[in-house]
């Protein structure tokens, strides 16, 4: 069964990615043609220039891949048994490495309060201040 199965994928799987990639066309071709010459004034597309925007953003903007964090989760457990199997001295030099390429290790600075946390406790209205 398993010869079988792999003779059917080589002919599956292109017309598996040839029905996508017209799908996603045809839907941009719609969208394009029912919002853009009303918001913008531009002309209408036909599928086969749908599906040339479509590949040429795919080229330009990627693929969805490259972002930080978005390895497998086979990346981050490997990552998780590093950082647990590190000494304390070794995680700290890790963090600061980090911290020195714009990696911010806490989510919120150093401190771990939200940015509009101490805006918003200093806040006074003006007659607040004038009463003190």
């Not at 002309?43 to 749908?50: D, E, P, R, Y």
């Not at 590190?86 to 919120?108: A, I, Q, V, Y």
Request: with cysteine.
């Amino acid at each position: 069964m398993r010869p079988f199965f792999y003779k059917r994928r080589f002919i599956f799987i292109p017309l598996a990615v040839a029905a996508f990639l017209s799908l996603i066309s045809f839907v941009v071709m719609n969208l394009w043609n029912y919002l853009l010459p009303e918001i913008l004034h531009v002309g209408i597309i036909n599928f086969w220039q749908a599906m040339g925007i479509f590949v040429l953003c795919k080229i330009l903007f990627g693929f969805g891949k490259g972002r930080m964090g978005s390895g497998g989760p086979w990346m981050k457990q490997r990552m998780a048994e590093r950082f647990k199997n590190m000494s304390p001295e070794e995680k700290e030099k890790f963090k600061e490495r980090l911290s020195k390429h714009g990696c911010n290790w806490d989510k919120w600075g150093n401190d771990n309060k939200h940015p509009f946390e101490t805006k918003w406790d200093n806040f006074a209205t003006d007659t607040e201040k004038a009463a003190e």
